[in-house]
Structures are given as C-alpha cells and as structure tokens.
C-alpha cells in the first residue's frame, strides 16, 4: 500500500503533464478559435464531466477503482493522440467530447485511491492533511514543468508540442497498471441505492457543516477552472512573449502546490480559522488586482488568487473526506466535481462573451464581486462555527 502511495503521487504528477495546456489559449486562436467559442468549448468538456462525473464515480466504487481509473487515462491519452488531426471547430468539439468523457472517469477514482492506500497502510487515520497536499503538490509540480517544456517545445512549432504531448499521455497508463487495489475497508450494503441517497442527504441536507464544506469546494473549484483560461488571455493581452506563459503557467502552478502542501503546517500554526479567511480573501483581492493593473502588476497579484485556493483545495478536501464513508466516497468527491463543472457551464461562456464584449477589466472586476458574495454566504459560516467550536474546546 506504500507503494500505492507512491505510484499515486506519481500519476498526479503525470496525470498534469499536459504540455499543451499551458498554450491551449493562444493555439487555439491560430486555428481561428475566438473566445466565445472557446469558452463555449470548455462549457461542453464541462457538460460532458457533469453528466459523467456521478456515474463514473458509481462505476469506481462498484467495479473497482484502478479499472475506472485505467480506462480513464487510457481514454485520455487516446483523445491527445488523435488531438494533432483536428484543425476545426468540429474537430475540437470532438476532443473535449472525448476528453470529457476520460477526465470524468479520472475524477474523484484517484483521490479515493489514494485515501485508501493511505489508510489500508496503516497511516493515522485522523490526518490525512500531509498526504493530499503532498498528492496536490505532485499534481501542481508536475502542471508546472510540463508548462516548461511545452514554452521550450513550442520554439520550434505546434506540431512538435502536439506529438510530444500525444507520447508524454501515455505514461500515467503505465503507472496505474503497477497499482495493487487495496483490499476493501467496508462491507457493500444490502440496500445500497438507499444508503448511498442517505449519504448524500447527510452531505447536501442534513449537515450544516459538511453541506457547507462542499459548497466551498465547488465554489473554489470553480474560480479556480474560469481562471486557468482567463490568465492566458490576462497575458497575451499584456503583451506576455509566448515563451513565457509556460514559465508563468509552472510560477502559478507551484504556488498553488505548495500552497496546498503547506496547509498542515498553516493550520497547525494560525489556526483553521486565519487559514479559511486567507482562502476567502486572497482570491478576491486577486480578481480586483489584476483588473486594476493590467500587465505586471496584475500578473504578480494574480498569485494571490494561486495562494488561495491551493490552501482551500486541501482544506475543504481533507473535511470533505473525513465526513463521508469509504463506501461512497469517490462518488461523493465526483459529485462535488460535478457541481464545480455545472457552476462553469453558466460562469464559463458568460465570461467568454464578457470579455469579448466589454474587455478583461470589467470581467475581472465583475467576478471579483461575485466571489465577494459566495464568501459572506458561504465560508464566512463556516469560519463562524469554527470559531465555535474553538472556543468551546478551550472553556472544556
């Protein structure tokens, strides 16, 4: 189960070994790709993971999580494969169908793997924290070099970036063949459609603060998607060389894992509380950062945003897992994925005619304003009853 552990940490790395992404925006604009289309793509990918998203995480917790997770990324290094032979619109529309489809089977099979192993190893059941911000800074470090190399690769042409990205999928196939499934730590209820409608009842209805929990998640999932793409045209509208958005997609990306990996230590020395205000904060501070000082200035803010939400991705992870039973639990992860796809599906294209139509500033300035609103009605009660419960853990 060690090296379970292991081969995990390194297929997060792999699994973010995309060296085309860090170029997706402005390679897709040499294809003639506007903004609104491209959104509109990324709203199908997200269309695609939302209706896959519960299912696939159905399928791993029945069928097993290592095939789920093989016939993933399989899927996955099938569509970058084919990726080099599409120069259309209708071409592209059918990767992200394709690549929907592998990512949704990926999603929440890995985490719940890697929960497992942890446990079946013997590990200290009651913290977890380390372990998923070593698996965040893995996946994070390993976004953050291949967005080196693909700023090296892409000197020479698109093409080379295209073939090369095609060879680099493969690998995480191989690592998950290596794993071992660990043995099952629960016992599959006779009744097991209603227990898993209790689970969610008992995470979506009756639990105020495991509700709340998911919720932020979704919410942080979901600036985090919109800005990925907005960054990249936040640079290229600041004049940014090609060169270096791969340089600045590795800066972003490793602030965001060692972000996340430092979560532990972070709540350990300032407390939950400081930390879930930081996670609230630094995002907006970044949104209306960057829409007043377009170029450097917004660029360097624009970390702040990283800091935040790499702290609040292992937070809310760790308090998401530790409330919900290992019967069900890549199905519930899945389902908080599910929400931070549907959320994208309405904020996505709107942000791509946003910015088409009245430019980056008002956009940055106008998602600044609603995820000032998502922290006064989500976290903010979450930071209250964690001050609650501080203070009656220091009066007994």
């Known amino acids: 189960m060690k090296r379970n552990i292991a081969l995990l940490y390194g297929f997060s790395f792999f699994d ?3 060296i085309v992404i860090a170029l997706w925006v402005p390679y897709l604009t040499t294809q003639g790709i506007s903004m609104r ?5 990324q709203a199908v990918f997200a269309l695609v993971i939302l209706a896959g998203e519960v299912p696939s995480g159905l399928l791993s917790d029945l069928w097993g999580r290592k ?3 093989l016939l993933g990324s399989t899927l996955k290094a099938v569509s970058f494969s084919l990726l080099p032979l599409w120069s259309s619109y209708e071409g592209f529309l059918f990767y992200h169908l394709t690549m929907g489809i592998a990512l949704s089977m990926i999603s929440g099979g890995d985490v719940a793997l890697l929960y497992d192993s942890y446990l079946a190893a013997g590990a200290e059941k009651s913290r977890p924290t380390a372990m998923l911000g070593n698996a965040k800074l893995a996946a994070q470090t390993g976004t953050a070099v291949s967005a080196l190399l693909g700023g090296a690769v892409v000197t020479l042409s698109y093409g080379h970036l295209l073939w090369a990205n095609a060879i680099l999928s493969w690998i ?3 690592l998950v063949l290596c794993i071992i499934e660990p043995p099952a730590s629960f016992e599959w209820p006779k009744k097991w459609a209603q227990d898993l409608k209790e689970v969610l009842s008992a995470t979506l209805v009756r639990d105020t603060a495991t509700r709340l929990v998911f919720l932020n998640l979704v919410a942080g999932g979901t600036g985090g998607l919109v800005m990925v793409w907005v960054n990249q045209k936040y640079w290229q509208e600041s004049g940014v060389a090609l060169a270096w958005f791969g340089v600045l997609s590795a800066g972003y990306g490793l ?3 060692f972000a996340g990996r430092s ?4 709540a350990k020395r300032y407390g939950r509380r400081s930390l879930l205000a930081a996670v609230g904060v630094l995002p907006i501070v970044a949104f209306f950062g960057m829409a007043s000082f377009l170029g450097w200035g917004g660029i360097l803010l624009g970390t702040l945003g990283q ?3 790499g702290l609040g991705s292992v937070l809310f992870l760790e308090a998401l897992n530790e409330r919900i039973s290992s019967a069900f639990r890549a199905t519930v992860i899945s389902l908080s994925q599910l929400g931070v796809r549907a959320f994208f599906c309405l904020l996505g294209p709107l942000v791509g005619y946003g910015i088409d ?4 500033p008002s956009v940055l300035s106008a998602l600044g304003i609603v995820f000032s609103i998502a922290f006064v009605c989500l976290l903010l009660p979450l930071i209250l009853r964690e001050t609650a419960r501080t203070m009656k853990e220091a009066s007994a």
């Open 37 to 41: 289309q491209f959104m509109e793509l």
């Open 16 to 18: 973010q070994f995309m």
């Open 357 to 360: 139509a009245w430019g980056l």
């Open 263 to 266: 979560a532990s230590l972070g």
């Open 67 to 69: 095939k789920t997770l």
């Open 307 to 309: 800091v935040g939400r």
């Open 172 to 174: 995480p196939v191989l």
């Open 255 to 257: 602030l965001f894992g």
